[in-house]
């Protein structure tokens, strides 16, 4: 994967730090609903510029000069999402720049793969097929920007019409690649795109810790030892968190992938990557508003240490953790065709801890969900030792037999090197 690629990506990960800034300044449940359809649209986004980036070299060319445009589209796109939902009235200017960035972005890509497909036509004509769905999804992101204020005698139907018509577009872009299937498509490289998967994956986690940091005011406030064990908690959480996926289960779907050819490929790589995998994200993102609500009231001096938890953030907490195993879960029956009996019992305690997590204090519910996930770890490690040791050799083995193969192909550059020392 170039660098320029993660370039973009990291761009493209701002959004999610948006979308937990711009959810958190008021959790409601219409704000939370607003925030996933925001996030959905966006990782569709993702999704599109994964498939051409297969097909594309993004650092080659004249494609970086393109994909400046499309990165300073996704970055208007990113500052006007606290305006998606807002009052009309005061936030005209915000929803019509993001349907004018989500438009400049699809074309950008629509342009690149119109480019490198010229040499099959078969590979154009299929493109046409999927320009409807950008054309009606831009109307109808752009007919929601347009709604006016008020619709018969107040707001409220306004809004619903607005969210009717965000939802709309979801449900456009998803069952659009549902319905295509995966007739006429193909992944050329297999370690791309998981590669791309896996990376933002992990730039989502650590957006997180940034987003609890920032939004828990830990920056703000004199360093505390309460506030010091809760950052800890809630690094160990998140480490775990992503050890959950990458120890075992991410290089495991890795080999599938990769055994995987044809239209099976291209099938797999639409329903573990693009679609479960979005799952996973927006659980990142609730668990993240959850765990910035608990660190507050942990830094918080007004608030006794020993005063039960308040608010959304131990449902948020919990809830987005349950989300996010459940749609690691979702990822391992795609690709491994099996379901662990250590994560549908961990997403079972989870729920039933929530009832006691509400009566703790919030350093005490932070810990105890620390605790539920170190544990799974711990388990899985004894549980599944040889086979975590078998996989991982082998991914090691593979992984060797690369390095000495890239080490011999660039031992050619010292053979016609001249003996003289430099000067």
């Given at each position: 994967?170039?660098?320029f690629e993660v370039f973009?990506?990291?761009?493209?990960?701002?959004s999610?730090f948006i979308?937990t800034?711009?959810t958190?300044?008021n959790i409601?449940?219409a704000n939370l609903l607003h925030?996933l359809?925001?996030?959905?649209v966006l990782w569709?986004?993702?999704?599109?510029?994964t498939?051409?980036?297969?097909?594309?070299?993004i650092g080659v060319?004249?494609v970086p000069a393109?994909?400046?445009?499309?990165?300073?589209?996704l970055?208007?796109f990113?500052?006007?999402?606290?305006?998606?939902f807002g009052?009309?009235?005061?936030?005209?200017?915000g929803?019509?720049?993001?349907?004018?960035s989500?438009?400049?972005?699809?074309?950008?890509h629509?342009l690149?793969y119109?480019?490198v497909a010229g040499e099959?036509p078969?590979e154009?004509?299929?493109l046409?097929?999927?320009?409807?769905?950008?054309?009606?999804s831009?109307?109808l992101?752009?007919?929601?920007?347009?709604?006016p204020p008020?619709?018969?005698d107040?707001t409220?139907?306004?809004q619903l019409?607005r969210?009717?018509?965000?939802?709309?577009?979801?449900?456009l872009?998803?069952s659009?690649g549902?319905v295509?299937g995966?007739?006429?498509?193909?992944?050329t490289?297999a370690?791309?795109w998981?590669?791309r998967?896996?990376?933002?994956?992990i730039i989502?986690?650590?957006e997180?810790?940034i987003?609890?940091?920032?939004?828990g005011n830990?920056l703000g406030e004199?360093?505390?030892?309460?506030?010091?064990?809760a950052?800890?908690?809630?690094?160990?959480f998140?480490?775990?968190?992503w050890?959950s996926?990458f120890?075992?289960?991410a290089?495991?779907?890795?080999i599938?992938?990769?055994?995987?050819?044809?239209?099976?490929?291209?099938?797999?790589a639409r329903?573990a990557?693009?679609?479960c995998e979005?799952?996973m994200?927006?659980g990142?993102?609730?668990?993240?508003?959850g765990?910035?609500?608990?660190?507050?009231?942990v830094?918080?001096?007004a608030?006794?240490?020993?005063?039960p938890?308040h608010?959304?953030?131990?449902?948020?907490?919990?809830?987005?953790?349950?989300?996010y195993?459940?749609?690691?879960?979702?990822?391992q029956?795609r690709t491994l065709g099996t379901?662990?009996?250590?994560r549908?019992?961990?997403v079972?305690v989870?729920?039933?801890?929530?009832?006691l997590?509400?009566?703790?204090?919030a350093l005490a519910?932070?810990?105890?969900?620390?605790a539920i996930?170190?544990?799974?770890?711990?388990v899985?490690?004894?549980v599944?030792?040889?086979?975590?040791?078998?996989?991982?050799?082998a991914?090691?083995?593979?992984?060797?037999?690369?390095e000495?193969?890239e080490a011999a192909?660039?031992?050619?550059?010292h053979e016609d090197a001249p003996?003289?020392k430099?000067r």
């Amino acid at each position: 994967m170039g660098r320029f690629e993660v370039f973009f990506d990291l761009v493209f990960v701002f959004s999610f730090f948006i979308i937990t800034r711009a959810t958190a300044v008021n959790i409601t449940g219409a704000n939370l609903l607003h925030g996933l359809l925001v996030l959905a649209v966006l990782w569709w986004v993702w999704v599109v510029h994964t498939v051409v980036a297969t097909r594309v070299r993004i650092g080659v060319g004249f494609v970086p000069a393109l994909m400046v445009v499309a990165m300073a589209a996704l970055f208007c796109f990113a500052l006007s999402l606290p305006q998606a939902f807002g009052d009309p009235t005061r936030t005209a200017t915000g929803p019509v720049v993001i349907a004018i960035s989500y438009l400049v972005i699809r074309c950008t890509h629509l342009l690149l793969y119109w480019h490198v497909a010229g040499e099959r036509p078969g590979e154009r004509r299929l493109l046409l097929k999927y320009s409807p769905e950008l054309a009606l999804s831009t109307l109808l992101l752009l007919a929601a920007a347009l709604i006016p204020p008020k619709m018969g005698d107040g707001t409220g139907r306004a809004q619903l019409v607005r969210d009717a018509l965000w939802l709309g577009v979801v449900l456009l872009q998803y069952s659009g690649g549902l319905v295509a299937g995966a007739w006429g498509w193909t992944v050329t490289s297999a370690e791309h795109w998981v590669e791309r998967y896996d990376l933002i994956l992990i730039i989502a986690l650590g957006e997180s810790i940034i987003s609890v940091g920032v939004g828990g005011n830990l920056l703000g406030e004199p360093v505390t030892w309460p506030a010091v064990a809760a950052a800890v908690l809630g690094i160990f959480f998140t480490a775990a968190l992503w050890w959950s996926h990458f120890d075992v289960i991410a290089p495991a779907a890795r080999i599938t992938q990769h055994a995987a050819q044809g239209r099976q490929r291209v099938a797999m790589a639409r329903d573990a990557y693009a679609y479960c995998e979005l799952v996973m994200i927006a659980g990142i993102i609730v668990f993240a508003l959850g765990a910035e609500e608990i660190v507050r009231q942990v830094a918080d001096r007004a608030i006794s240490l020993a005063e039960p938890t308040h608010g959304p953030g131990v449902a948020l907490l919990f809830g987005g953790v349950i989300g996010y195993f459940c749609g690691d879960m979702l990822f391992q029956l795609r690709t491994l065709g099996t379901l662990s009996w250590t994560r549908v019992g961990t997403v079972l305690v989870l729920a039933a801890t929530i009832p006691l997590a509400m009566h703790l204090p919030a350093l005490a519910a932070l810990g105890l969900l620390t605790a539920i996930c170190i544990g799974l770890v711990a388990v899985e490690m004894a549980v599944m030792a040889d086979a975590r040791r078998a996989l991982l050799a082998a991914v090691f083995e593979e992984r060797t037999t690369y390095e000495k193969y890239e080490a011999a192909w660039r031992a050619r550059w010292h053979e016609d090197a001249p003996n003289e020392k430099p000067r």
